[in-house]
Antibody, heavy 120, light 108 residues
């Protein structure tokens, strides 16, 4: 079955960096757009970034543009999010999710999430 | 950016009753709309895509309707496991892909 497992979250100081990983299994990873979506404590869902199957098409939310970098390694069936210049408002559970179809559309399925806390 | 607005923020329903959740887009998204369910401490789960197509394994009591700017998620007879937060999301005009703020369905 399709499975996504995030790792790499933790506590980091403002201005610091962190790299999230998402290990995918149960499908042909390179065929799908993949995304990161976050949820601040007690808040709603915010799309963060999307990357095409080949890695050539990449999109970012304005709130993270210039600070976060999405990437993928299709040989390792893995998705990454490099987060630099972290701010308190980046504190959230970060989910990786697969696009529902061949285009970047809906998100299905989602990983269990990885908590990132930015605090001094 | 397309803004998605959900109403009500909280819906109090008794088990076995019908629940109707609304989602409005700030401009037309055609039928490019999805619905998700999120239970406490869990990741969201896809319920509906293309406004009215149930995702794999989703019970028939969940149905979606609408197009353009007005959408509805209906749960025909609420079960105990349906009490959760529901989000709509548009994928017509991107980036960004945008979500509504959520509707919490609670036990009356």
């Amino acid at each position: 079955q399709v499975q996504l497992v995030e790792s790499g979250g933790g506590l980091v100081k403002p201005g610091g960096s962190l790299r999230l990983s998402c290990a995918a299994s149960g499908f042909t990873f390179s065929d799908y757009y993949m995304s990161w979506i976050r949820q601040a404590p007690g808040k709603g869902l915010e799309w963060v970034s999307y990357i095409s199957g080949s890695g050539y098409a990449i999109y970012y939310a304005d709130s993270v543009k210039g600070r976060f970098t999405i990437s993928r390694d299709n040989a390792k069936n893995s998705l990454y999010l490099q987060m630099n210049s972290l701010r308190a408002e980046d504190t959230a559970v970060y989910y990786c999710a697969r696009a529902g179809g061949s285009l970047p559309n809906w998100f299905d399925p989602w990983g269990q999430g990885s908590l990132v806390t930015v605090s001094s | 950016e397309i803004v998605m607005t959900q109403s009500p923020a909280t819906l109090s329903v008794s088990p076995g009753e019908r629940a109707t959740l609304s989602c409005r887009a700030s401009q037309s998204v055609s039928s490019n709309l999805a619905w998700y369910q999120q239970k406490p401490g869990q990741a969201p789960r896809l319920l509906i895509y293309a406004a009215s197509t149930r995702a794999t394994g989703i019970p028939a009591r969940f149905s979606g309707s609408g197009s353009g700017t007005e959408f509805t998620l209906t749960i025909s007879s609420l079960q105990s496991e349906d009490f959760a937060v529901y989000y709509c999301q548009q994928y017509n005009n991107w980036p960004p892909w945008t979500f509504g703020q959520g509707t919490k369905v609670e036990i009356k």
